[in-house]
Structure formats: structure tokens, C-alpha cells
């Protein structure tokens, strides 16, 4: 992998939002497998993006929120997510 390639890898995240050097914009135009990183990259960026679209939280969110931040420790209204290693054996 050449150097430039390297630093588009590294950079992935500017390349997204377009705010590279001029000297690896017109390496990516040149570099096939750089082309395709930043397609691939923004598909997968848009997705994210788009994945929370049409969601809308429970009513009594805020209230929930505000209740397990309670200094006086409410209990949360449901269990917490299990963790890994809570299959230890």
C-alpha cells in the first residue's frame, strides 16, 4: 500500500466530509482501491446516519432519564443490559 493510500485510510473520516488536502483528493481520483475505501466508507457513514430515522423515544423518557439521575438513587424501571461477563462460567 502506498503512502497516500495510508493517509486516506488514516483520514477516512475528512474524506467523508470532503476536507482533504488537494494532494490526496486527486489521489483518491487516480487510486482505485482508495475510490472504493471512500465509497464504501460513505455508504456505511449513511446508513449510521440514516438508522435513526423515524425513531421516536417512549413518552416517559425524559422522566425516566431524570429518575436515574436522581442523586437520591431511584431505581432504573428496567434491568440493566447484561454485559460479557456476565457469562463467565
Known amino acids: ?3 497516500a493510500c495510508l493517509e ?3 483520514l477516512v473520516a ?4 470532503g476536507v482533504l488536502p488537494a494532494r490526496l483528493e486527486a489521489h483518491i481520483d487516480a487510486c482505485a482501491d482508495c475510490r472504493e475505501l471512500l465509497r464504501e466508507a460513505t455508504r456505511l457513514s449513511d446508513a449510521i446516519h440514516d438508522a435513526g430515522d423515524g425513531y421516536q423515544h417512549a ?3 425524559e ?3 431524570l ?3 436522581d442523586p437520591d ?3 432504573p424501571t428496567r434491568p440493566m443490559r447484561r454485559r460479557s461477563a456476565d457469562f463467565s462460567p
Open 63 to 65: 422522566a425516566r432519564v
Open 59 to 61: 413518552h416517559d423518557f
Open 73 to 75: 438513587g431511584v431505581e
Open 1 to 3: 500500500m502506498r503512502e
Open 8 to 10: 486516506v485510510t488514516d
Open 14 to 17: 475528512e474524506a467523508i466530509d
Open 67 to 69: 429518575a436515574a439521575l
